[in-house]
């Protein structure tokens, strides 16, 4: 019986050795030359891009030994070699890969190190932009410009895609040629200083892509309405201080007349008894002001104003006998306001109180005004 244990026991052997030689002959070919080592490979790629060029971006953890990051695209056919030095840590590291058709790329990125070593590869994708996307981008457009003692005003229409800001050029009182920007968030900018009736240029900003390295401007453009000869007084710091009677419940009150909207008004008393004519309203400019022109503006669809009367005066007292009448203006029968010249030979300068006052109305006793601006040149 032990015989036949130790027969057993020698063919076991044998047809074990038989296997095994035929499970190496399957891996021989692949281990030819011994066990294949590779090269720390980038930890992460990143590609930017840019007018006729992409900005590269990599990362290497833990690659001391590493040399060089090589970046390969057009299926092989151009390169990039980069020497490195990184440390221990994580490294960031980018280089700019110039002179690129417009176009999109894929790229495939490998390390070697001071053995020889090759790492495998890392792939990426950007993209290159030029004369293709520069004709797709036009300016913003313009809603309107104006003039206030602070510069010129503009107001813009929606931002466009990708558009990072607009440029404004324009010309100072003091003849220099001043750039200002309004960012695509802005939907108004204002110009300080700068010369009534001017013309100005202006020019938008786009990147082709989040984070791109370059930005594309369209060509300056000269806009066709200058602006304005007479600028308009900014209101923002001025205040209502008293008016003859309200009805406030309609309209919003004595205040709307400043708040640049004419879609609220001061509307005279009727509430408890209708208030007699006249009526008046006394504004606090702040300082005083050198006026060319008033526009004042009825409620909207309205008619019941009819006759303005405008002074200025050193003090805030409606019945004081210092006020002084600069202009006086009959709102036209067809429009909801009127525009009153101020002369020259007018001085404004006594005074940093406007009163408004209403003798009359086409529907008496009521009236409603909506809006007052003030003009200076």
Known sequence: ????????????????FVSCDNFMDVHEEYIKGGEIIYAPKTDSVLFVAGKGRVMFYFWLYNSPNVKTVNLYWNAGQDSLITPVSPSTGLDSMNVLIPNLPEGSYTFNVKTTDSFGHNSLFVTGFGNSYGDFFQNSISNRRIRDVGLTDEGGQISWFTS???MVRTEVRYLTNDGDQKIISAS???????????????????????????????TFSVEWTQYDVPFPSIYQYNRNNWSVLEVSDETASDGGGKNTLIDGKLDTWWHSNYSGGN????????IDMVSSKKICRVDIYRRPGNRDAKTAQLFVGP????????WIKIGEGIFPSDA??????IPDSQSTLKGRYLKLLLPDSNREPFISIAEIYLYGN
Request: aromatic share 12%.
């Open 160 to 162: 466009l895609e990708g």
């Open 336 to 341: 909801d306001n009127v525009k009153i010249e």
């Open 315 to 322: 003090d805030s007292d409606p019945d004081s006998n210092k």
């Open 1 to 16: 019986m032990k015989k036949v244990y130790n027969y057993i026991f020698v063919l076991s052997a044998f047809f074990s």
């Open 275 to 282: 208030a007699p004519l006249p009526h008046w309203a006394i």
């Open 184 to 214: 695509s968030d802005e939907t108004v900018i204002t110009c300080p200083n700068a010369k009534a009736g001017s013309s100005f240029e202006y020019r938008s900003l786009f990147i082709p892509e989040e984070q791109s390295i370059d």
